[in-house]
């Protein structure tokens, strides 16, 4: 009960901040006209200080009345970062889609994709949802996938990236999430008698998820589907792919 008060506590501290956040960005003023320099100066402030909103409504500025500057892709980089510490996802991914598609040779395409890969993976994130304890694993996973080939490609074309580290050590993150979806959608097909569906699920997780934490749970349904199919020599060779990774799983001995 005490966990709970807390946790309620919480999200109406998060409420308040939201309303708090929204009543600040109503007073920001009207960008004045200043020389493309002078508000990239003002922009760069403003990020600097957390003022993420104020920075928008700069670059934003900037972009619209100087749209073919000498700093035009400079301010486009720093509006994608300001869209995603904002948290402003539709915003983001718009304009990291037209600057790949505009600047496909850009010197910083890299860092587009691997910001447009982090604008995904927090639209996955659900403060509310984490704060009450809420699983869903089975919530639809398209960000995340999206999230993953964004970091994937930044790894294998631009492997020596300064992203390319963090970019890869995202992707594991990933990867679990992925098969979490992937073992819920198994869970429900096995829940409803559909075997061959959820043991090609598990299957699917064992191929592209290795290794993960789902795989072992992964090969505890093709087993059981395996067994309910009459399908003898796929369960006993996933049985033995049990034994070899998971030696105490409990099914290893039966």
Request: charged letters at 25%; a negative charge.
């Given at each position: ?114 910001m447009r890969a982090l604008i995904n993976q927090a639209t996955e994130a659900n403060l509310f949802q984490d704060l009450a304890g ?10 995340s996938r999206d999230a993953f080939n964004d970091l994937k490609k930044v790894v294998n ?98």
């Amino acid at each position: 009960m005490e966990k709970l008060t807390i946790k309620m506590m919480l999200l109406a501290l998060a409420l308040g901040l939201g309303g708090c956040s929204s009543s600040d960005n109503n007073d920001i003023d009207k960008v004045p006209d200043k020389s493309a320099q002078a508000l990239s100066a003002d922009a760069r402030e403003a990020l600097d200080n957390g003022l993420y909103q104020k920075a928008i409504q700069i670059l934003s500025a900037i972009d619209s009345r100087f749209p073919f500057g000498p700093i035009s892709h400079q301010v486009q980089l720093d509006l994608l970062y300001a869209y995603y510490k904002s948290g402003d996802a539709a915003q983001g991914v718009a304009l990291a889609d037209r600057f790949l598609r505009l600047n496909p040779t850009h010197s910083n395409i890299d860092y587009v994709y691997y910001m447009r890969a982090l604008i995904n993976q927090a639209t996955e994130a659900n403060l509310f949802q984490d704060l009450a304890g809420i699983d869903r694993s089975d919530r639809d996973p398209t960000a995340s996938r999206d999230a993953f080939n964004d970091l994937k490609k930044v790894v294998n074309e631009y492997p020596e990236s300064k992203y390319a580290a963090d970019a890869r050590k995202r992707m594991i993150g990933i990867k679990s999430r992925l098969a979490k979806y992937e073992l819920a959608v198994a869970r429900f097909y096995l829940k409803r008698e559909a075997y061959a569906s959820a043991a090609n699920r598990g299957r699917y997780i064992v191929e592209y998820f290795s290794p993960s934490d789902e795989v072992e749970q992964a090969l505890e349904i093709m087993i059981e589907c395996y067994d309910k199919l009459n399908l003898e020599d796929l369960k006993r060779n996933s049985k033995q792919v049990l034994a070899v990774n998971y030696p105490d799983n409990p099914l290893v001995a039966n």
